[in-house]
């Protein structure tokens, strides 16, 4: 019988009273309403955790043992005590008798739940030696089952119960340290940084466990979530975190948030990726993040791979300072677009250059000055006539490319700006070619995650230095996702190259650029008949708009009659993931804050989401626009929501990260809210004979309200877009609705929906 939410918390006060430790208790007795709420919720999800275990071997064991297809209950077990507070709250989690023999084995680990004694204690060293043995077993395990190429399959589950409910705006620099002693239990130490060094092999699972000692010798268990950049075998993901979280890693915990795993040891969870910092983080050199990026993009991990590119681009100043010197002489010759470009392509390899980026705002204040419309600015600053090439590096062999910015620096200082623009030009052709060749790869896996803006910043960067084929292909697939295709087309054209994959590009963006004229134009069948592409942009008639309903809040409606049939929207996700649980060998379920079970793509895409949004400005700004059932959110036009070049004030030709942002929206983004969001607004797509799962998040998609009779149909489209079209004619003024699902139980329960 399942319990009311009051005689749940109830039954577990009692159970904190009779059963718990006592210096758990006396804690408990001095917590804050909220933190005494969140130990409840902890305390309830090791209850529930141990129960359903028990149950489920015992099941097992049972059906295993037996050639009957029921499973007796009975076998002579002495029925609980129906007075005991613990036995009803466990016959509020299954519909099977509640024995005194169950009831006997969750009180024996409640006795010890957050009192670890000295064999669990992670002060014992003999307790951290064995967890490195079984860290150690799991990953040679691992290793040998894929050299025989045995998988096995895993069943795993997980809470988010009892976390951190929000995250503060706060800077590293002021925050105070603190010690592992003076953390609160189930409380966020606000203003406080913990600081120590990671003193055990990390273990993977769900996330990350490892043990961190600080510098006066108090050790706690760590669980990191949310760390690993996007979708890993588990095998995969073992290895990233073991070279990233070796022993004796210093790090840095902002505002830690201490609680009881379901372990029964105490220790700092951490879901937001921004609050954990490696100290004095080591960046290995370009060669080798190229070779580690390489590696990483070619089994398919993209996120992991840019963000190799991206740590070794960090560790260069030869380039970033030829390309901002390049752009402080052509603002003193008054060329704002090619200085608009080098600054640019400067911040991109070195974002925190604070000269540069007044030489970038400088340029950006004087283009925009003539062109105002960012597309037009766009095509100005992409002139391919101002590219170099490759083979104009013979003309200064024998020229050092330090030597040659020498030169320009002493043309600089004599007022002769374009010898220093030629001697820095000169010096960047004679500079070794792998900046280049980082900054196109990293273009390339930000293109496989649907990144459009970091990759169009990333090929721009490297064409900056000088132009080769890969950049310019790279570059315009960016522009066309952005729906840039007449740029794109007029970029190939003065590039004056031609090879079979360049005009293979050109043709196809040529005609894709007619169908989408087509389709503004109300014919939107050739788009929805016309054969998938390297690119699919967001397309939005003219003929919806959003609007606010007096009931409903955010939604969209027609502004001019529309036949059955009309496409009325393409899009792309804001971000998506997809598991397949053959291929993985992999189960997994989540239970979230509302007590429902979210599967791993769900869990997965939260990670992503987390990952990019500690970087990514942009997508944390279009992610922050949607609603989590709590705040509402402001009204945006419907050309707002898709992808552009100037969407939700994209910094021009830069990467979208918080070094170039002015709007700070990532600490809304709390881990809490964005599995808010992703409950509300996520859309699944299902191949159950296969166990395949995918989940997406879209910013115009999911304004659109719930009808049980909808007139509008949301249907599969290129790669992992999704087009909305018309299920019967529509008139002038008519709200547009799609079906949340089929099932009105579930858009009851999830929606509130009747």
Not at 245 to 253: A, F
Request: glycine fraction near 4%; include cysteine.
């Amino acid at each position: 019988m399942a319990l009311s939410k009051e005689e749940r918390s109830r039954l577990l006060k009692l159970i904190v009273v009779k059963y718990v430790p006592e210096s758990v208790r006396y804690e408990y007795t001095s917590m804050s309403r909220d933190a005494s709420k969140l130990l409840l919720e902890a305390l309830d999800s090791m209850i529930n955790h141990y129960y359903m275990d028990k149950i489920h071997s015992e099941t097992i064991a049972m059906v295993g043992s037996t050639s009957t297809l029921g499973v007796v209950w009975s076998s002579g077990k002495t029925i609980a005590d129906s007075s005991c507070p613990l036995a009803c709250l466990l016959r509020g989690y299954s519909m099977v008798p509640i024995y005194q023999e169950h009831v006997d084995i969750i009180k024996d680990r409640i006795s010890g739940w957050g009192a670890s004694s000295f064999f669990s204690s992670p002060q014992n060293p003999i307790f951290l030696m064995r967890f490195d043995m079984q860290s150690e077993r799991a990953y040679e395990e691992m290793k040998t089952r894929k050299a025989k190429g045995k998988e096995f399959c895993e069943f795993q589950n997980s809470t988010v119960l009892a976390t951190k409910t929000s995250s503060s705006a706060f800077q590293w620099q002021k925050l105070s340290p603190i010690d592992v002693k003076d953390l609160k239990l189930f409380q966020s130490c606000k203003g406080n940084v913990l600081t120590g060094t990671l003193i055990t092999i990390p273990s993977v699972i769900k996330g990350i466990t490892t043990f961190l000692k600080d510098d006066n010798g108090g050790v706690i268990q760590i669980a990191l979530y949310n760390y690993v950049p996007g979708k890993m075998s588990r095998l995969n993901e073992t290895e990233y975190v073991r070279k990233h979280l070796s022993k004796g890693t210093r790090v840095l915990i902002a505002e830690p948030f201490t609680k009881i795993f379901v372990d029964g040891n105490r220790g700092v969870r951490i879901d937001d990726p921004r609050e954990f910092r490696i100290e004095g983080d080591s960046q290995s050199d370009i060669y080798t993040a190229r070779e580690d990026g390489n590696e990483l993009y070619e089994q398919k991990m993209y996120h992991a791979a840019s963000d190799s590119y991206i740590a070794g681009l960090k560790n260069e100043n030869l380039v970033p300072t030829l390309l901002s010197n390049r752009a402080q002489a052509h603002i003193k010759l008054e060329q704002w677009p090619q200085a608009l470009a080098d600054a640019a392509a400067s911040l991109t390899i070195r974002p925190t250059c604070e000269k540069t980026h007044q030489r970038y705002k400088k340029a950006l204040a004087k283009v925009t000055e003539e062109q105002p419309d960012k597309r037009d600015a766009l095509n100005l600053v992409l002139e391919p006539s101002n590219w170099e090439s490759e083979q104009d590096i013979s003309q200064n062999s024998g020229s050092t490319a330090e030597g040659l910015k020498q030169s320009g620096n002493e043309a600089f200082k004599c007022q002769d700006y374009e010898r220093a623009v030629t001697c820095y030009t000169s010096a960047l052709l004679a500079a070794s070619k792998v900046v280049r060749v980082v900054l196109s790869n990293w273009s390339m896996a930000a293109l496989q995650y649907d990144s459009y803006h970091e990759a169009l910043a990333a090929s721009a960067a490297a064409l900056r230095i000088w132009a080769d084929d890969k950049a310019v292909y790279r570059l315009c697939i960016a522009l066309a996702q952005l729906n840039e295709f007449e740029l794109a087309v007029s970029l190939l054209d003065s590039y004056g190259k031609s090879t079979v994959s360049l005009e293979e590009l050109k043709s196809s963006l040529t005609h894709y650029s007619k169908v989408f004229v087509g389709a503004a134009n109300g014919d939107g069948t050739t788009l929805l008949t016309s054969p998938p592409s390297k690119f699919c942009p967001d397309f939005a008639s003219d003929k919806i708009e959003t609007f606010l309903h007096p009931v409903k809040g955010r939604g969209i409606r027609a502004i001019d009659a529309m036949p059955k049939g009309s496409l009325i929207l393409i899009e792309s996700p804001l971000a998506s993931s997809y598991t397949d649980a053959m291929e993985e060998m992999s189960f997994s379920y989540t239970l979230d804050q509302n007590r429902n079970m979210n599967d791993k793509s769900q869990t997965l895409l939260e990670s992503t989401i987390m990952q990019q949004t500690k970087r990514n400005q942009l997508l944390a700004r279009r992610i922050d626009n949607l609603y989590d059932g709590q705040a509402s959110r402001p009204l945006l036009r419907l050309k707002d929501l898709l992808a552009s070049i100037g969407v939700a004030d994209a910094p021009l030709l830069l990467p979208p990260w918080s070094e170039f942002s002015d709007k700070e929206t990532a600490a809304a983004l709390s881990a809490e809210r964005v599995r808010n969001i992703i409950s509300i607004n996520s859309f699944g797509s299902v191949n159950e004979s296969e166990l395949q799962k995918g989940t997406s998040l879209f910013a115009a998609i999911s304004m659109f309200n719930h009808s049980f009779s909808p007139n509008c149909a949301i249907l599969p489209y290129s790669c992992s877009s999704r087009a909305i079209v018309t299920r019967r004619a529509v008139k002038k003024g008519d709200e547009m609705c799609i079906s949340y699902h089929n099932d009105p139980d579930v858009v009851k329960r999830k929606w509130g929906i009747e």
